[in-house]
């Protein structure tokens, strides 16, 4: 069960609900923002470590081989293994079994969702099962989970109760055991997943960041606006765009509300380059009866609006009004308020960075697949730890240079 090195995906069907665009062209090679969306996959994939993709071909394969040729240009080496339009999954697979390395990476072609090969990985590691699904949740879901990620019902018919998520793609499969279980060659990959629940070999890994598709036109459109460049960088409040009060002490008026002068002046150095900006920000004052909301989203407003004096605009100011006690989904190190902005804003995770003042707003980017950078006194303090912040400094002014080049990267690539 090593880190798998080989990426596997299914890009034979039909496309069907894609048409017209699919008329000509196999779906994976629908145009998003200009480029295929298969590009936007075999960049992410390149990112996350994986130096080879098996690309298993049907409709129009011939259409994927030309663009993509040996993956030279995409910075990978692509192969492919093809076969008629009308196989299903499982037979593709199978025809592809000499070329599939013992562990493969496995996705389909039409999702796309930032991810983390390591994180995914160390879940498949710790369940041990033949296969580890990415999921999210859904209302018209097909899984239903253990608390321990063991998937308990894989129901391609989405009727049985209780389904509450839906796999993505972004599995890691175990080739013997998987064609072990695989009892008609011919039939969908989905029914050997169903097969491996029932066996309790299959673990879903479950991620909260809304997923994109191409698997119909209306869909195409938004995944198109979700995997379009944009200049958004995302802040964390105390200690960052203002002075950090006391350890569990707040804010608590206009009146206490002290800039971060530097930080100001790097967002309007960005500002200046077409950057925008959303504040992320933990208040547990507000649940401790130290804080009120009132007066806090006051504030907030009070912020934007000399920020936006001085041409710089905050899209939006998120914050969490919970105690740590209660367990929330959006009070940081958890990613919630991250999910909220990539929903909200079509926001994509990983073609942004964080900017905080404390070890765990670098834990909350890494939770959400976000880059991060530490300023202030503390920045060192998540060094050591997965969570490790791309670049510290004393302030942000020192790493506008930084953030546009690393911005200006993104932009030239899926
Ligand atoms: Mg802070
Ligand atoms: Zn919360």
């Not at 996959?41 to 993709?53: A, M, T, W, Y």
């Not at 001085?310 to 998120?318: C, H, K, N, Q, S």
């Not at 503390?378 to 002014?397: N, Q």
Request: glycine share 8%.
């Amino acid at each position: 069960m090593n880190r798998p090195e080989q990426a596997v995906i299914l890009c034979g069907g039909l496309g069907t609900r894609l048409r017209p665009l699919t008329d000509n062209l196999p779906k994976p090679m629908a145009p998003v923002n200009g480029r295929p969306f298969l590009e936007y996959l075999v960049q992410q994939l390149r990112e996350q470590g994986i130096r080879r993709v098996l690309l298993l071909t049907g409709y129009r394969g011939e259409t994927i081989r030309e663009h993509f040729g040996d993956g030279t240009a995409a910075g990978v080496a692509i192969s492919y293994s093809h076969g008629p339009t009308e196989w299903e999954t499982g037979r593709r697979l199978c025809e592809a079994r000499e070329l599939l390395d013992a562990s493969f990476l496995l996705l389909y072609s039409d999702n796309y969702a930032p991810f983390s090969l390591d994180k995914l990985q160390a879940f498949h590691m710790a369940r041990g099962t033949t296969v580890s699904l990415s999921v999210q949740p859904k209302a018209k879901a097909n899984i239903r989970l253990a608390p321990n990620g063991m998937v308990k019902l894989y129901d391609p018919t989405r009727a049985a109760p209780g389904l509450e998520f839906v796999e993505i793609g972004y599995m890691i499969a175990e080739r013997d055991r998987l064609f072990s279980a695989m009892d008609d060659a011919d039939a969908s990959l989905s029914v050997t997943l169903r097969t491996l629940a029932e066996h309790n070999e299959l673990a879903g890994h479950v991620s909260r960041d809304p997923y994109h598709s191409i698997s119909d036109l209306d869909r195409l459109v938004v995944t198109a606006r979700y995997l379009a460049p944009k200049r958004i960088v995302l802040l964390d409040r105390d200690g960052t765009i203002n002075a950090r009060p006391p350890r569990a002490e707040y804010v608590t008026g206009w009146d206490k509300f002290d800039w971060a002068d530097a930080t100001v002046e790097a967002m309007g150095q960005l500002a200046d380059r077409g950057f925008q900006f959303i504040v992320l920000s933990n208040q547990a004052g507000i649940a401790r009866g130290m804080l009120d909301a009132e007066v806090v989203d006051a504030m907030n407003a009070r912020m934007r609006d000399e920020l936006a004096g001085r041409g710089i605009e905050i899209l939006t100011a998120y914050v969490c009004p919970h105690h740590w006690d209660d367990g929330c989904e959006c009070r940081k190190p958890a990613p919630g308020m991250f999910f909220r902005a990539s929903a909200e804003f079509q926001l994509r995770l990983d073609r942004t960075v964080y900017v905080g003042d404390d070890p765990r707003d670098s834990e909350a980017a890494y939770n959400a697949n976000c880059l991060s950078v530490l300023i202030g006194p503390d920045r060192h303090g998540a060094d050591t730890s997965d969570a490790k912040p791309a670049r510290t400094a004393e302030t942000l002014l020192e790493l506008v240079p930084w953030l546009l080049s690393r911005f200006e990267e993104w932009e030239s690539v899926p």
